[in-house]
Structures are given as C-alpha cells and as structure tokens.
C-alpha cells in the first residue's frame, strides 16, 4: 500500500505563491505518473498537472499553465506544486495522486488527505 501526504497549503493573499509537497511511503514506490487536482467548494475534483515518474514529462490545466509548474524528487519520493501568481479562483482542497500504469487527468489509484489552499484579493 502506497501512502501520500500533502503539505504546504494556507492562506495567501492574491498574487503570492506558495509550494506543496507531496510525500510518498509504503512498499517500494515507483509510480508511472504522480499527479495533483483541486476540489474548490460545490465544484467536482478538477485535474491540475501531472508528471511522469520517469523521465520527467509535465502536463497541465489550461487554468494554471504559466503560473503552477509540477516537480518531483525521485530520490526523496516526493512531488511538488509550485504555485505563483495565486488567484481567488485557484481557492480549493489541493490532492496529490499516484498513477501506478498511466498519466495524465486520470486513472489515479492512490491519493492524498488534501491540504487546504486560500487566496484572497
């Protein structure tokens, strides 16, 4: 069994930028894809971008391209979400994921707890 655990969220006034991590552990880990989405209030769980384990290949959400940019440290099990120019709009639980035989917006068999993010104009 693979466990995730996000940190990084808060509070952050429009404009600013914060980073989430996402931390893998459990058996052996080498997912294909790991992979981060948003659930803003009364919306349904919406992809934001993903990363190949290997190799490092990105995609993303036409809402963040330009400003959110997806990384990973092999080494350390551990993906991140760096995410700049923050808008009100981007306000939402943000849940990390892991793709065990894919990539992409889904299919994703593990996931995180969630970690809250809020931005405010």
């Known amino acids: 069994q693979v466990q995730l655990v996000e940190s990084g969220g808060g509070l952050v006034q429009a404009g600013g930028s914060l980073r989430l991590s996402c931390a893998a552990s459990g058996r052996t880990f080498s997912p294909y894809a790991m992979g981060w989405f948003q659930e803003a209030p009364g919306k349904e769980r919406e992809f934001v971008a993903a990363i190949r384990w290997s190799g490092g290949r990105t995609v993303y959400a036409d809402s963040v391209k330009g400003r959110f940019t997806i990384s990973r440290d092999n080494a350390k099990n551990t993906v991140y979400l760096q995410m700049n120019s923050l808008k009100p709009e981007d306000t939402a639980v943000y849940y990390c994921?892991?793709?065990?035989?894919?990539?992409?917006?889904?299919?994703?068999?593990?996931w995180g707890q969630g970690t809250q993010v809020t931005v405010f104009s």
């Open positions: 994921a892991a793709n065990e035989t894919g990539w992409g917006n889904f299919g994703y068999d593990y």
